[in-house]
C-alpha cells in the first residue's frame, strides 16, 4: 500500500518554476500550454497491513502540518494499493 | 485537458530528500513508514482544442529530453480531461 501526495502551489502564488518551464517549453516549440504550475510528489511506501483509514488520518495530518505549507500550497492525499 | 506529469528519481539511486522526510515522519511518531520517495510534478494546462495524441507524443518528448534527467529519473506522464 502507498500514499501518493502531491503538493502545488495556490493558484493565487506566483509560481516561478511553472513559469520558467512554460517558457522553455515554448522556447523549444511546444504550442498549446496555456500554463504549468510546478510542485512536489510525495510517494510513502506504508507497511503491509497498515490500516488504510488510520494511515489516511495520519498521514493528511503530517501532510497539512509539516510535508506543505498550508499557507501558499495545497495538497492532495491518496492511499492506492 | 491537462498533462500531468510525475517525475520520481529512479529505485537504485540515493534518494536524501525522501529518506530526510521519512525520519521526520519516524521522528512524529508516524508509524508504519516503509520508504519515502520525493518527486517533482508537473501540471500542464493545454489550450482548448489541442489533439490529445499530438500533445501526448509533444510532451512526452519535452520530459525525456529536458523536463527530467533520464540517467537517475523516471517520469510518468497522464492527459486527462
Redesign the interface.
Known sequence: MKAKI???PKKAVLDPQ?KT?QN??EH?G??????????????????PG?DREA?YE??NG?AHR??SNPVIEDYKLEIVD
Chains 1, 2 share one sequence.
Open positions: 502531491i503538493i502545488t511553472g518551464v522553455a517549453l523549444m511546444y504550442a498549446g500550454v496555456a500554463g504549468v504550475h510546478v510542485g512536489k510528489y510525495i510517494e510513502i511506501d506504508l507497511a497498515t494511515a495520519a498521514l503530517a509539516f510535508l
